[in-house]
C-alpha cells in the first residue's frame, strides 16, 4: 500500500511534465506572437488525468501514512508541501473546466490556469526529492 503513493506520483508529475509542454505552446502563441499548434484536446484530456491521479495519489499518501504511522505529520516536509500542493491542484483543474466548457478566446484565465499548475508541477518535483527521503527513511531503512 505505500509503495502506491509514490508510483502514483512520479507517474503523475512525468504526465504533468508533458502536459505543461502542450500547454507553453499556447502561452507562446498567446503572449510572444509565436507560431505553433496548441494540441488542445490532449492537453485538456492528459490535464485532467494529470489532476486527478495527482489528487488520487494525495488521498491515497494521506491515508496510507495515517494507517501505518499514525499521523500524516511524521513525513515533515514532504507533508507540508503537498498541503501546499492541493490549492494549486484544485485551481488548475477548475480554471481548466471553467476554459473547456465555455470556450472562447481568452487571455488572462490561461495564465491563472498556468500558474497553478506551474506551481504544482514545481511542488512536485519537491516532492520527487522529499518523498525519496521518506522512502529512505521510513520504507527502506
Sequence with gaps: ?????????????????YVLSLGWVRFQVNHFGKR???M??????????THILWMA???????????EWGSNGVTGN????????MPCIAGGYITGVIMDRDKKKRRYMPLVHGVF???????ALVEVVTGSLVIRHFLLS
Design 117 to 123: 499548475n506551474m506551481l504544482a508541477v514545481l511542488l
Design 78 to 85: 514532504h507533508y507540508i508541501i503537498g498541503q501546499f500542493m
Design 57 to 67: 495519489g494525495l488521498v491515497l499518501g494521506q491515508f496510507a501514512v495515517t494507517r
Design 1 to 17: 500500500m505505500l509503495w502506491i503513493h509514490p508510483l502514483l506520483q512520479l507517474a503523475a508529475t512525468v504526465l504533468a511534465l
Design 36 to 38: 505553433g499548434k496548441f
Design 40 to 49: 488542445w484536446a490532449d492537453h485538456v484530456k492528459l490535464g485532467k488525468i
